[in-house]
């Protein structure tokens, strides 16, 4: 086998000499082997190729043809062999397997789906689709995916359900952050948009017709059981579920409540519409600056009317009533209008509440059914309680009462026990501790009142009393050696032990 350089060099000596004898002699090979490449170099290369040779499948290529056809294209091998062997053929399945593999190779070709570039003008359309969300208190979530086709915009949001409540909210917030509406919406065949399909042809929820037109905004759905006809969502519903949902592959952990899934798809647009795009190499953020002059005008006022029946919060309890039950919102909502309504039934059923703020609608509260007499209460709704709302701590009013409970915690304690045990003459008895605080030590008289409020003397004369009687003795336990008396114990309990003693009663001497 000659080398690539040495096959040119055989062409070249042929070019210059034009004999096949002479070039052979100047390169120093046969004329046989010049004439060799030289044909070849003619032939274009088609020598090369192996001589076709007839095969014993040659004659069952047609049946082969007939099963991928009908199977389309999904016909094991080793069935279509199994098959050939029942009609007779003898060949080894080694051919088989390579003669299917050939047909399918063809059939494909010619039944593959072309895709074509989808261009489209900015401001033109908006896609958005679900995903599967992140489980949170025991409950599945639902990720609400918006992907505006020009600027490649993606906005993730967070959902508890699937309903038309909740989806007509996502879309009014999507809106609201894109700084206006598109002129069509395309999205999946759900029952919030198509009701069913006659002859092809979607029939439209009438909510959502209602939605739509509230809006102006034309709602396309896509060919049902096909998801290559609104891949962008499909694409963007992709990386929101691998960077949103816990999983082995991004090590996130669970998430403790609803609110930390709303923060993190709140950072993962920021991510992901503040960095180039694959395709466009812009970020997405700044081509919707210049998307959204060509949007149209998001209205004043949402569309609210699939989110139930309207309630007003009072100024000063955050609790609305619904249907004899009484339900928590949260205390920012003191004085405005909510929106209150029911999703499912029996065990699963829940009172969902929304409120429409300056990003649209957002749910604000969900609760399962309450009973009457018995309210639904979220401590999360509710503020921190004022600092000693519940802690009766003593607070000076007059200059006597500062002057008394600067005495001490005893003083304080004192006040609060007499006060319990409905001690009469109270201020009478303060200022008397107040005098006695002047002929004492005041740190004594605290002392006493301390004690006094401990064993409940609140009596007229008890706090005196207990004063004489702490400064007429040492304090308790305590033993001072002096000449007349020493700290060492005594021996004379033991001095009568051994002598006999006479009991007084039945006068038995006892040893």
């Known amino acids: 086998m000659k080398s690539a350089e040495e096959i040119m060099e055989i062409l070249d000596a042929y070019d210059l000499t034009g004999s096949l004898r002479d070039a052979g002699e100047l390169v120093g090979c046969s004329h046989h082997t010049v004439k060799h490449y030289v044909d070849r170099r003619a032939a274009g290369g088609e020598l090369d190729k192996a001589a076709a040779r007839a095969q014993l499948i040659d ?19 080793d069935k279509a062999h199994e098959k050939l062997l029942a009609m007779g053929y003898t060949g080894s399945e080694r051919t088989t397997r390579r003669a299917v593999a050939k047909v399918k ?24 689709d679900y995903g599967e969300g992140p489980v949170v208190d025991g409950v599945k979530t639902v990720l609400f995916v918006a992907w505006l086709a020009w600027s490649r915009f993606r906005v993730v949001i967070a959902l508890r359900d699937k309903t038309m409540p909740s989806v007509f909210a996502a879309l009014d917030q999507t809106f609201r952050r894109l ?5 069509y919406v395309l999205t999946d065949n759900e029952k919030t948009v198509t009701v069913e399909h006659i002859a092809g042809i979607p029939v439209r929820n009438a909510q959502l017709v209602g939605f739509a037109e509230h809006y102006s905004v034309v709602v396309h759905t896509c060919v049902p ?7 962008g969502t499909e694409a963007s519903v992709k990386i929101s579920k691998a960077d949103l949902v816990p999983k082995d592959t991004n090590l996130l952990t669970e998430y403790a409540s609803f609110a930390q899934l709303e923060a993190a798809c709140e950072v993962f647009c920021q991510k992901v519409n503040t960095r180039p795009h694959r395709l466009t190499k812009r970020p997405p953020v700044e081509m919707l600056a ?35 039950g009484q339900y928590s919102v949260p205390h920012t909502l003191l004085g405005e209008t909510v ?37 639904r209460i979220n401590d999360e709704h509710f503020p921190p309680q004022p600092e000693g709302a ?6 000076a009013r007059t200059a006597a009462e500062a002057e008394f409970l600067d005495l001490g915690e005893g003083a304080r304690l ?20 107040l005098a006695l605080a002047k002929l004492f030590d005041p740190v004594e008289v605290d002392w006493a009142l301390g004690h006094a409020a401990v064993h409940a003397r609140f009596a007229e004369a008890d706090l005196s009393s207990i004063l004489d009687h702490h400064a007429s003795r040492p304090a308790a336990g305590e033993h001072r050696a002096s000449e007349d008396a020493s700290l060492t114990q005594g021996t004379s309990a033991w001095a009568q032990l051994g002598h006999a003693t006479t009991s007084s009663d039945s006068g038995e001497v006892i040893a």
Do not use: C
Request: glycine share 10%; charged share 25%.
């Open 105 to 128: 190779a063809s059939y494909r070709a010619g039944h593959v789906r072309v895709h074509r570039p989808w261009v489209v003008e900015p401001g033109m359309w908006l896609q958005y």
């Open 225 to 231: 059981a096909d998801p290559a006809s609104k891949g």
């Open 179 to 183: 700084g206006g509406v598109p002129t």
């Open 59 to 77: 004659g069952y290529l047609p049946k082969v043809e007939e099963w991928v056809e009908r199977s389309k294209g999904k016909v094991r091998a």
């Open 390 to 395: 519940l802690d009766r701590r003593p607070r």
């Open 339 to 375: 929106w209150v309504r029911t999703q499912g039934v029996g065990a699963e059923e829940h009172v969902v509440i929304v409120h429409v703020g300056d990003h649209g609608p957002v749910e604000v509260a969900r609760h399962a059914r309450a009973r009457p007499g018995t309210p």
């Open 290 to 324: 210049e998307e959204a002059t060509r949007l149209h005008p998001v209205p004043v006022v949402p569309h609210t009317v699939a989110f139930g029946t309207t309630r007003v919060v009072p100024s000063n309890t955050p609790m609305v009533t619904f249907e004899s």
């Open 414 to 433: 004192w006040l609060v026990e007499a006060a319990a045990a409905g001690t009469q003459r109270m201020r009478v008895k303060m200022a008397e501790a």
